[in-house]
């Protein structure tokens, strides 16, 4: 054995022993989507004392951080996102409502004296003309007391900062109720005592022996001093009580927000989803079944295919996927819904190396005077490395595009895809190779060769050596058989127009499984009673039942699920989605630039790497996919959303990855020999291609046909979305691009070096 051999079998053991170790010890996080839970994303807005910045945003964060810690929730997680935005990961929590109502509430706690009953003013503390009642302060703080009486009160004596404590009881004793007690600080306690010292000296009964209690703008209580406080000197000890018909739930809120601390500014929900418990569990068994049942079929392929040399290809698969796993768990990479699908996914790109190399070895045998398996496969991973590793960049690029520019769980598609890409290629240079060089190196081998599956051209190569057909003699009518698919699908997109789903358009979406069939037009009409009118309502399957509005709030979303519910005779969540408007358009805005800055990307790296003709020619194949990709799902009706986005990304990868082992090919052979005519070279290197690019597309269709048949809902749509764009791109690659790039050849009029 050679010291290369021993240096990457060291490497490679090493490797698979610390994702073993760090697999069975380090859990992998998954995402709400796949556990269940509330994600809140909340957008911190200037208020009048205060910016919201950085600074503010942290100091946010660190109160919502107290009040989730009082909730209870288990694992919560919070982050900053960018200067202004604060994402919250609550799991196990189904009703959003009362989380994003805390979440969001400033909880500006103050203490007031009241001056008195404020004239002449209605219920919000104004007159009937509108203007401020006579006696108001300088801050117009006149507001109704829990009897709705307009009081008139002094300026803020203490605020939420002076407290240090709040706690809610029961009153057992005197049969008050719930209240809570408000412990104060040091200065907080000597301010207190001056305040009811000062109200103490009112007769009894008079407003002015009253302290208003305010939050958020609100008196909640506004109990008159005991007579027994003395006359200036008030309550003393540091502690009051709250009281106002609290019930239980009301109580505990109030001593949560009060033990929160105040946000320093105001925050709006922006997205909102909540994932049912079922969802995630059933996209986990449906992903685990895909992945065996699509591995599986991958498997016997590779092996029928190669033989020895395939079997050990899949045992490199199956430490392509420990390595997969173990670097998840190592980064602390949360495992969303659509990063489950590209896990899977991955599993057949981890095929696409393993396939470019044995083909290069089938070739290198066939081309040796005296030749050996060995031989072969060290010449097969030396002139397959280069192809493999700008394809593998290329699909880098997609995967750094969505994690910059994409959000939530599409962002964690981008991480996954990128372990996914590093660890194939680990795999496949490392792995595969160690295993097939010490496989070649048996004596069995040796006297057997035919054993090892590359000491042949393969039936498919065979066929093409014998045939030899010219399929770009015409190159010019295989690019008017794009035009017309391209005309096709773009008729799909005038006429049908796009179902944007509420990520890119804003809105909410609300999946339900409901116990009995609910047919859509008896649902529209109770929704339309329900108060939701402009309610958009598919169904699916015996009890998937779907509504999309513009505009919702978690109160008109409780009637919904009523509605559907007595309609279904029961319902469960599945998945609930609210983005706002702002958001929504934002969302849009980032697609658009993400995939700009993809075609961009690849332009750039293709011309850097091969020639601008090259370049030219994959975008616009990549071009030509995408918009075949977007008109089919407008044709089927199918919502062109986040999920869809990672798609559309990926069949760029995937697309790119094609034309450059093309493109590969085509320099090698110009290169060795020069006076190839440029269309000669590109036909030679389409039929020497032709082998890998079945073998791939039949790895990958396999794990995304078992994917779109036992994925159900977003995973179907995303399988069958690279299914199109897999079986375009390939299509494109040989038919669009390679005829396109020999008509750039011939028109730009210069020779080759």
């Known amino acids: 054995m050679t010291r290369a051999f021993r240096v990457r079998a060291v490497l490679a053991l090493a490797v698979l022993a610390l994702s073993a170790t760090v697999a069975l010890l380090v859990p992998v996080h998954l995402g709400l989507d796949l556990r269940g839970g509330t994600q809140i994303v909340l957008e911190a807005r200037d208020s009048d004392t205060a910016k919201a910045d950085a600074d503010t945003t942290d100091h946010t964060l660190e109160v919502l951080r107290n009040r ?79 009897a709705g009486q307009p009081l008139r009160l002094g300026p803020s004596a203490l605020t939420g900062a002076d407290v240090a404590e709040a706690e809610a009881l029961f009153d057992t004793q005197q049969a008050r109720g719930w209240f809570v007690t408000v412990g104060f600080d040091g200065a907080g ?5 001056g305040l009811t010292g000062a109200a103490a000296c009112a007769p009894a009964g008079d407003p002015a022996r009253r302290i208003a209690i305010v939050l958020d703008g609100k008196v909640i209580s506004s109990p008159q001093v005991d007579p027994g406080v003395g006359c200036r000197t008030g309550i003393t000890g540091g502690s009051t009580q709250i009281t106002g018909d609290f019930d239980r739930d009301e109580a505990r809120e109030l001593a949560l927000l009060v033990n929160g601390g105040a946000l320093p500014v105001p925050l709006e929900t922006v997205e909102q989803r909540t994932v049912g418990p079922t969802l995630g569990a059933d996209a986990i068994s449906a992903s685990a079944w895909a992945a065996l049942i699509g591995a599986a079929l991958t498997s016997l392929f590779i092996v029928f295919v190669y033989r020895l040399m395939g079997f050990l290809a899949t045992v490199a698969l199956a430490c392509y996927a420990l390595v997969s796993y173990a670097a998840l768990a190592a980064l602390g990479a949360t495992l969303t819904l659509p990063g489950l699908a590209g896990f899977v996914l991955a599993i057949g790109m981890a095929v696409d190396a393993n396939v470019l190399v044995f083909e290069r070895a089938r070739e290198e045998y066939a081309g040796l005077r005296r030749p050996t398996v060995r031989t072969a496969l060290a010449g097969g991973f030396r002139k397959a490395f280069s192809a493999i590793a700008d394809s593998n960049v290329t699909t880098l690029i997609a995967a750094g595009l969505l994690f ?19 660890a194939s290629m680990f795999s496949a240079l490392v792995v595969t190779r160690v295993l097939a060089e010490f496989a070649a190196g048996r004596r069995s081998v040796r006297r057997r060769p035919g054993r090892s599956g590359i000491a042949g051209h393969g039936r498919v190569r065979a066929w093409l050596v014998r045939r030899n057909p010219q399929l770009m003699r015409h190159s010019r009518r295989w690019l008017a058989v794009s035009g017309v698919a391209l005309l096709l699908a773009g008729s799909g997109i005038v006429l049908r127009g796009l179902d944007f789903g509420v990520e890119f358009t804003g809105g909410r979406l609300i999946e339900y499984s409901t116990t009995q069939p609910v047919d859509a037009d008896e649902a529209r009409t109770a929704l339309a009673d329900a108060g939701q009118p402009r309610a958009v309502v598919n169904t699916s399957g015996d009890s998937e039942l779907t509504v999309r509005t513009e505009e919702m709030s978690d109160d008109e979303a409780a009637g919904v699920t009523a509605a559907v519910e007595e309609l279904g005779g029961g319902a469960e969540l599945v998945r609930d989605e609210m983005i706002g408007p702002s958001l929504g358009e934002e969302l849009r805005t980032g697609a658009l630039i993400a995939l700009g800055v993809a075609l961009a990307a690849q332009l750039v790296y293709l011309a850097v790497r ?60 110009v290169a060795g020999d020069r006076k190839m005519p440029f269309r000669a070279a590109a036909n030679r290197a389409i039929l020497q291609t032709v082998p890998r690019t079945v073998n791939t597309g039949m790895g990958a269709v396999f794990i995304l046909a078992a994917l779109a048949l036992l994925g159900g809902g977003a995973l179907t749509d995303f399988a069958l979305a690279l299914l199109i764009g897999i079986t375009a791109g390939t299509y494109s690659s040989v038919f669009t691009a390679t005829p396109l790039a020999i008509e750039l050849d011939a028109g730009t009029g210069k020779k080759r070096r």
């Open 404 to 422: 910059f520019l994409a959000s939530g769980p599409v962002r964690g598609f981008g991480v996954t895809l990128a372990i996914g890409v590093l």
């Open 610 to 669: 091969f020639r601008w003709t090259y370049a030219t020619s994959a975008v616009v194949a990549l071009m030509h996919d995408a918009v075949i990709l977007v008109g089919i799902f407008a044709w089927l009706g199918k919502p062109i959303d986040g999920i869809f986005l990672a798609a559309l990304l990926t069949v760029i990868g995937y697309s790119v990855n094609d034309s450059v082992v093309l493109y590969d090919r085509v320099r090698e052979l």
């Open 189 to 193: 306690g000597g301010e207190w005592a």
């Open 68 to 146: 989730i810690d009082a909730l209870g929730v288990t694992e919560p997680t919070l982050t900053r996102s960018g200067d202004k935005r604060i994402i919250v990961d609550l799991p196990g929590v189904q009703d959003p409502r009362e989380a994003a109502d805390l979440l969001g509430r400033t909880a500006q706690l103050t203490f007031h004296p009241v001056l008195g009953i404020a004239a002449d003013a209605g219920s919000d503390g104004k007159q009937a003309d509108g203007k401020k009642a006579d006696g108001a302060d300088e801050d117009g703080k006149v507001l109704p007391d829990e």
